[in-house]
C-alpha cells in the first residue's frame, strides 16, 4: 500500500504563487507515474500535469507555461509549481500515483492511478 501526502496549499491573490508538495515514503525503489489533479465542487476531477515512468512531463492546456511539475526520486516526491494562479486555478489538489500509465501529449486521466492523496485545497482571490 502506497501513501501520498500532500502540503502546501493555502490561500493566494490572483497572479500570486504557490508550490504543492507530494511525498510518497512507501514508493520502492523503482520509477512511479505520479500527476497532479484538481477538483471544484460540481465538477469532474481534472488533471492538471503528470509525469510517467519515462520521466517525460505533461500539462493540461489550462496550466501551461504557468505550472511546473518537478520530481525529486531521492526524497521519493513531486512537486507542482503554480505560478501567476487566477480566481478559476482553485480548488482540492490531489496527488495521485500507479506503477504505469499512458504516454500522450496530455497528461493521464484520473482512473489510470492506483493510489491517491487526501488532498490539499488551493483558493486564489481575485
Known amino acids: 500500500q502506497v501513501t501520498l501526502v500532500e502540503s502546501g496549499g493555502g490561500s493566494v491573490q490572483a497572479g500570486g504563487s504557490l508550490t504543492l508538495s507530494c511525498v510518497a515514503p512507501?514508493?520502492?525503489?523503482?520509477?512511479?507515474?505520479m500527476g497532479w489533479f484538481r477538483q471544484v465542487p460540481g465538477k469532474e476531477r481534472e488533471p492538471v500535469a503528470g509525469?510517467?515512468?519515462?520521466?517525460?512531463?505533461t500539462d493540461a492546456e489550462s496550466v501551461k507555461g504557468r505550472f511546473t511539475l518537478t520530481q525529486d526520486k531521492v526524497k521519493k516526491a513531486v512537486f507542482l509549481q503554480m505560478t501567476s494562479l487566477k480566481p478559476e486555478d482553485s480548488g482540492i489538489y490531489y496527488c495521485?500515483?500507479?506503477?504505469?500509465?499512458?504516454?500522450?501529449?496530455?497528461?493521464?486521466?484520473?482512473?489510470?492511478?492506483?493510489?491517491w492523496g487526501q488532498g490539499t485545497r488551493v483558493t486564489v482571490s481575485s
Open positions: 509525469i510517467n515512468v519515462e520521466g517525460e512531463i
Open positions: 495521485a500515483a500507479h506503477e504505469y500509465c499512458s504516454i500522450g501529449p496530455t497528461p493521464p486521466p484520473d482512473y489510470e492511478y492506483k493510489w
Open positions: 512507501g514508493f520502492k525503489d523503482r520509477d512511479y507515474c
